[in-house]
Nanobody, 124 residues
Framework: QVQLVESGGGLVQAGGSLRLSCAASGRTFSSYAMGWFRQAPGKEREFVAAISWDGGNTYYADSVKGRFTISRDNAKSTVYLQMNSLKPEDTALYYC?????????????????WGQGTQVTVSS
C-alpha cells in the first residue's frame, strides 16, 4: 500500500506561483513513478504532469507545458509541482498519484494510488 498526502494549495492571483508537495509512505518511494492530475468542478479528472522513478523522464500536458515543473526527492519521499504564471483556468482540485512501475504514464487508469487532493484557486 501507498499513502499520499498533498499540500501547498491555496488562493493566488493570476500570474502568481504555487508549489504543491505530495508526501508518500508505505513502500519504497524510488520504486514507482508519480503523476499529478487535476479536476475542476463539472469536469473530468485530467492529466497534468508525470515523472519517472528517478526523475530522469518527465511529461506534461500541453496546457501547462512551460509553466509547471514536476520534480521529486526520493530521499524525502516527496514529489513536487511548481506552478508558475498561473491562470484562472488552472483552478481545480489537484491530486498526486503513484504508479507501481518505473516509467511514466498519462492516463488516470494507470495509477493505483491517489491522495485526497489539494485545492488551487486562481483569481483573475
Amino acid at each position: 500500500q501507498v499513502q499520499l498526502v498533498e499540500s501547498g494549495g491555496g488562493l493566488v492571483q493570476a500570474g502568481g506561483s504555487l508549489r504543491l508537495s505530495c508526501a508518500a509512505s508505505g513502500r519504497t518511494f524510488s520504486s514507482y513513478a508519480m503523476g499529478w492530475f487535476r479536476q475542476a468542478p463539472g469536469k473530468e479528472r485530467e492529466f497534468v504532469a508525470a515523472i519517472s522513478w528517478d526523475g530522469g523522464n518527465t511529461y506534461y500536458a500541453d496546457s501547462v507545458k512551460g509553466r509547471f515543473t514536476i520534480s521529486r526527492d526520493n530521499a524525502k519521499s516527496t514529489v513536487y509541482l511548481q506552478m508558475n504564471s498561473l491562470k484562472p483556468e488552472d483552478t481545480a482540485l489537484y491530486y498526486c498519484a503513484a504508479r507501481l512501475t518505473l516509467g511514466i504514464a498519462t492516463t488516470r487508469y494507470e495509477y493505483a494510488y491517489w491522495g485526497q487532493g489539494t485545492q488551487v484557486t486562481v483569481s483573475s
